[in-house]
């Protein structure tokens, strides 16, 4: 139609009802183009188009019986004043002030909330926050970005699609999700039994952290202020991580770049006032097995002043597995001939699970990550049924870092999908200087494209190595006189070869020694 008619020829009605059923349909994605640098004329037209293509909350259809209370934390702020505020958009139902919530994702139930309404940097206390509003929710002392909340059995009702400013939500982090506990347990009967229909609202699926370093605080007295800074941080960004490295005692950073890194660094001074100390960035590299292996480990424990004594014993397989993947649970396959029962129990089983991802957190070679491997459980011999979980764990543990050590290993390393732009005189001037520069840090090119014919825009593609790319930003800026965009991305792991992985064993065993 559109080929022998003038677009404007159609109804605005009709264009715009076309788009929105293709949009949500997902067979196009409508593109605006404009810039807000000096004016803010092209803003306005954005959120014309969020209203007119995107779907509103009353037109999905969720899993909820009873119009039940449902909600997704999306953003969490640390107010001095509030405390920690949950911003939280409603999908279904209605939440009300002082209502008891139950985050799905974590298994907990929060009560003494407070709304209120978010205006800019104001907030408005609430009575209420109906289907499709956001609110701010202080309170959640249990919830993350990212959670599912949902009403509970006690609490009262807030209306569907509203959003709220909640005080009181002391375990909520941003993305997390809100529902009541009265249906919580049916719910979770309707989400086995449908596996198309789950009750948790998709929240943030963050990737794992590709650089690491260490971050003490500038002394002693600060400490307090130190830890409850990276608390608050990590709650409000998901994509952080906080960990105690066992050996040398340190507190280690991990995040999603070198940009990430700084910022956070920056925030620490600028929002905490304190200009913490940065260890060298590292890259976070990864383990793999090289082959299949089995292994059996006994733990035996005693108590009530050793007159009574557990103990129990597993036997592993363990299987490298070729697509990128952690590792989640234990594959029981057990030979019933040879275990002392026919099944595991939910709560040893989840010890187990706990023990194999505690050891395959420190790999045999440099102690980074165990990633694509296969755990199944073969044998299981319990000395009685009330068996302590930790003791399961322990042995789990054990039992799994025998095998790694008989499977052997090697290191892989992420690699970054890099696109460098040349726009304008920097294309034809810098293109050469760009590749050696790439070349330079164990690049390989993948693509040059010219974008016209005059040679004036030319993309590059690359796969280089995340440990190449310190500082990739200022050179590519330096070379390209500041007209060379920059952009990067996560990729995929890669073997590293048997040359690379002996200069860093042989760099960490250095570290190790000065240390």
């Not at 953003?75 to 209502?99: A, F, N, P, T, W």
């Not at 008891?100 to 104001?122: C, Q, Y």
């Not at 006032?273 to 480990?297: C, K």
């Not at 040349?422 to 690049?443: F, K, P, T, W, Y």
Request: include cysteine; hydrophobic fraction near 35%; glycine fraction near 6%.
């Amino acid at each position: 139609m559109l080929s022998s008619n003038n677009l404007y020829h159609f109804p605005e009605s009709l264009v715009i009802s076309a788009l929105k059923k293709s949009t949500i349909d997902r067979s196009l994605a409508p593109v605006g183009c404009g810039t807000a640098l000096r004016h803010n004329k092209t803003v306005e037209p954005v959120l014309d188009m969020i209203v007119d293509f995107l779907p509103n909350p009353l037109e999905r259809n969720y899993h909820f019986p009873n119009n039940q209370f449902c909600g997704l934390v999306f953003k969490i702020v640390h107010d001095k004043r509030k405390g920690q505020l949950s911003y939280l958009r409603v999908y279904k139902g209605e939440l009300k002030q002082g209502q008891s919530v139950k985050n799905l994702n974590r298994n907990a139930v929060e009560s003494g909330l407070r709304i209120f309404t978010p205006f800019s940097d104001d907030f408005q206390a609430s009575e209420k926050v109906t289907e499709g509003n956001i609110a701010v929710i202080s309170g959640l002392s249990s919830t993350i970005t990212g959670d599912t909340l949902i009403g509970t059995k006690e609490s009262e009702k807030v209306t569907e699609g509203n959003i709220a400013v909640i005080s009181g939500l002391s375990s909520t982090i941003t993305g997390d999700t809100l529902i009541g506990t009265k249906e919580s347990a049916k719910l979770k009967h309707e989400a086995k039994s449908d596996a198309h229909s789950s009750s948790i609202l998709d929240g943030i699926d963050v990737p794992d952290p590709v650089f690491f370093c260490s971050v003490e605080p500038p002394n002693a007295g600060a400490i307090r202020a130190f830890e409850k800074a990276l608390e608050e941080l990590v709650i409000e960004d998901p994509s952080l991580k906080i960990r105690q490295d066992l050996e040398t005692g340190q507190t280690i950073l991990e995040g999603m770049g070198e940009l990430h890194i700084e910022v956070v660094k920056e925030r620490l001074n600028r929002e905490y006032g304190l200009n913490v100390f940065m260890g060298p960035l590292r890259v976070g590299y990864r383990e793999v097995i090289d082959s299949a292996a089995e292994a059996t480990a006994t733990v035996e424990d005693s108590f009530a002043e050793q007159k009574f004594k557990q103990s129990c014993s597993l036997t592993f397989q363990i299987e490298p597995v070729t697509k990128d993947t952690k590792f989640t649970k234990v594959h029981v396959e057990l030979d019933e001939e040879n275990s002392s029962t026919p099944f595991v129990r939910p709560e040893w089983l989840k010890a187990i699970n706990e023990g194999c991802k505690n050891a395959l957190f420190n790999g045999p070679i440099l102690g980074f990550p165990v990633h694509n491997v296969k755990i199944t459980l073969r044998k299981l011999i319990a000395s009685g049924g009330k068996i302590n979980p930790a003791l399961l764990s322990a042995c789990a543990s054990e039992c799994v870092t025998k095998a790694l050590k008989k499977s052997g290993a090697h290191l892989i390393e992420p690699v970054m999908l890099v696109e460098v732009c040349m726009i304008d005189e920097a294309a034809e001037q810098g293109i050469h200087g760009v590749l050696q520069e790439l070349s330079r840090r164990r690049a390989t090119i993948r693509s040059v494209t010219h974008q016209d014919s005059q040679g004036h825009n030319i993309v590059v593609e690359a796969r280089v190595p995340l440990s190449e790319t310190t500082g990739i930003s200022n050179a590519i800026r330096s070379i390209s006189s500041g007209l060379g965009a920059l952009h990067m991305q996560f990729l995929e792991y890669e073997h590293v070869s048997e040359h690379d992985q002996a200069i860093l064993l042989q760099h960490f065993h250095k570290r190790s020694a000065v240390g």
